[in-house]
């Protein structure tokens, strides 16, 4: 267990830890391989977590965009999102101008499209999906790790697995 002080994960959107360095995503894709390689996946499943249960509007933060090329002032509840479902009826009426800047899906999803219809944004434990790298972190993962090649092997071995899971 690591217990340095400099690999904390804070729970805020903008954790300097979780979002710009490539060592601390190195240690959580380390923890994912080794948990996948003892069999114990499960560690993983959190039940759920209410992205909103401390409110919409429970953090502010200066939102970098390298896409924008700019920052804006920010508030809400925004948690990273990188693999989600929603219902045809979920999407009634997503503020697009906000997704597509500025702000953007963490933003118009995390909170705002949620307390305009009194709902709130939830995670499921159970869901495991492996998020590579935000564009501040790649460069140097892909440099000092060979972690895509060793998702590619998971990947390889998992296509073999797939008959087992798909139905024909």
């Not at 894709?29 to 429970?58: I, P, Q, V």
């Amino acid at each position: 267990v690591n217990f340095d002080s400099s690999y904390v994960f804070e729970r805020h959107p903008m954790s300097s830890c979780v979002l710009k360095r490539w060592d601390c995503a190195a240690v959580a894709h380390e923890s994912f391989f080794d948990r996948h390689r003892e069999g114990t996946l499960c560690a993983f499943d959190f039940g759920w977590l209410d992205f909103n249960r401390a409110g919409f509007r429970e953090h502010e933060y200066v939102h970098l965009s390298p896409w924008a090329g700019r920052t804006w002032e920010a508030r809400g509840a925004r948690w990273s999102i990188n693999f989600f479902a929603f219902t045809a009826d979920d999407m009634r009426d997503v503020d697009w101008s906000r997704v597509f800047g500025p702000g953007d899906d963490e933003e118009e999803f995390g909170g705002a499209h949620g307390e305009r219809h009194g709902r709130h944004a939830c995670a499921l434990g159970r869901s495991l999906v492996v998020h590579f790298s935000y564009n501040t972190q790649e460069e140097r993962l892909l440099r000092f790790t060979n972690h895509l090649d060793r998702y590619e092997a998971l990947a390889r071995e998992a296509e073999g697995l797939s008959e087992l899971f798909l139905p024909e």
